[in-house]
């Protein structure tokens, strides 16, 4: 199976930047669409973050657009998730997932999860 494995959390100020890593040695990750998702303390975990599909397109939420990049090196083994002027309320759990969409479509679920990086933005 895909495995996808995070790192790169840390505690920061507000207004530092992080740089989280979402590594795999599985090459078929080429077919799939890599997200980043976020679960708050005593929160459920949001929806979509920012993504990286098959063909290298890339795309973040409103809510940490500008803010948020995210990119996979040309291999598709390591995708990036780069968080710039980060806030109080950017404080999470954070995890990278794989859903299949293949040629660039458009994942209908994301089955592959890693188990997460904790980020921690205080003053």
């Known amino acids: 199976q895909v495995q996808l494995v995070e790192s790169g959390g840390g505690s920061v100020q507000p207004g530092g930047s992080l740089r989280l890593s979402c590594q795999t040695n599985d090459f078929t990750l080429e077919y799939y669409t890599v997200g980043w998702f976020r679960q708050a303390p005593g929160k459920a975990r949001e929806g979509v973050l920012c993504s990286v599909n098959s063909v290298g397109s890339a795309n973040c939420a409103d809510s940490v657009k500008g803010r948020f990049t995210t990119s996979r090196t040309s291999n598709k083994t390591t995708v990036y998730l780069q968080m710039d002027k980060l806030k109080l309320e950017d404080t999470g759990i954070y995890y990278c997932?794989?859903?299949?969409?293949?040629?660039?479509?458009?994942?209908?679920?994301?089955?592959?999860w890693g188990q997460g990086t904790q980020v921690t933005v205080s003053s």
């Open positions: 997932a794989a859903g299949w969409g293949p040629f660039g479509a458009v994942p209908d679920k994301y089955d592959y």
